[in-house]
């Protein structure tokens, strides 16, 4: 940023039918995305920012990823709130992705989400752009997967590089992002960063640290498994380190961060003993580079308390510094 230069809010990609769409079609995480935005009102922080209606993702623009027999097949069993049809378990709809009524409409919204805010980095809006309820990375292109009917991370990312020759995908949920390294795995365009948990038996059961890409990708998939227990300290040294030397091989040009909060202590997981704070200063540090940056949700299965506490760390920063509104307050 040029001295003297005043930077734009941060855009907020929010509407009440939006919350209301992801609050009744997510029957998991019931009510998480009507809490998660009562606390950032409550917090004070729609003042800070600039707030954008979403669109809702086309048929085209879905099919930018994923297949149209899935397609297809979601907006069928969606329409008919069918679960029982013998061929949604081809397509990875069952326990975890249970085919309810709405479903297909929910999807399409939090995919049209995050190209919207995708596009408003695209037309110079702002530097960052913040989807609360997006984040969902186990999608494939063909299959449900993980909670996840829809890849928006990826159909954010796939917006984005129709400006930005190289973009940068960070993710910080406590799972492997297996579903956006596997759509990028071919490719030396974008590059994948997932700081994960990987143990036998945990789901996805992928992101091993030779797991590095495929074919013309290949080295452009950064993997990074830890064990449980891992603090603050020892993981943002980590994620620092590994960031640096990635931005400094990469040079990116757009970041997108799946910012999951399932790794803090007291997450049902109970696996990461993280605190917000320490997310806070992942954050910050991709932040710096003053990229444009589309901030997703992820995972986020916390208790109230935690939820408020991690998106304090956005509005407050560390050490009286203000981590993602801190060049608009000026």
Not at 2 to 8: D, F, T
Not at 298 to 327: I, K, M
């Amino acid at each position: 940023m040029m001295e003297g230069e005043v930077a734009l809010p941060p855009v907020y990609v929010y509407s009440p039918e939006y919350i209301r769409l992801c609050d009744s079609n997510m029957s998991k995480v019931s009510k998480r995305a009507s809490m998660v935005h009562s606390l950032i009102e409550a917090y004070g922080l729609l003042s800070e920012m600039t707030i954008v209606k979403p669109k809702v993702a086309s048929m085209e623009e879905m099919a930018s990823f994923h297949t149209d027999s899935y397609l297809q097949h979601l907006q069928k069993v969606s329409e008919e709130g069918d679960d029982d049809d013998p061929e949604s378990i081809e397509y990875g709809l069952g326990y975890d992705c249970p085919a309810t009524e709405g479903i297909f409409d929910y999807a399409a919204a939090v995919g049209g989400a995050t190209i919207t805010g995708a596009q408003c980095l695209m037309d110079g809006k702002c530097q960052v752009a913040i989807n609360w309820p997006g984040g969902w990375h186990h999608a494939k292109k063909d299959e449900a997967s993980g909670f996840c009917y829809l890849n928006d991370a990826v159909l954010g990312i796939l917006r984005l590089r129709q400006k930005y020759d190289r973009v940068l995908y960070i993710d910080l949920d406590l799972h492997h992002g297996d579903g956006v390294e596997d759509a990028f795995s071919f490719t030396s365009k974008v590059m994948t960063v997932s700081l994960h948990k990987f143990s036998p038996g945990f789901f996805p059961g992928t992101g091993d640290v030779s797991d590095i890409g495929l074919g013309k990708g290949r080295y452009y998939a950064v993997n990074v498994p830890l064990q449980d227990g891992i603090q603050d300290d020892k993981y943002c040294q980590i994620c620092e380190g590994v960031l640096k030397e990635a931005h400094s091989a990469f040079n990116p040009e757009a970041v997108v961060l799946q910012l999951g909060a399932d790794t803090i202590a007291g997450d049902p997981m109970c696996s990461f003993n993280m605190t917000a704070e320490g997310l806070g200063k992942c954050l910050k540090y991709v932040l710096q580079w003053q990229l444009p940056t589309l901030i997703l949700g992820g995972d986020r299965r916390l208790p109230p308390c935690q939820h408020g506490s991690l998106l304090d760390v956005p509005d407050r920063g560390h050490s009286g510094e203000n981590t993602l509104f801190g060049d608009t307050r000026s």
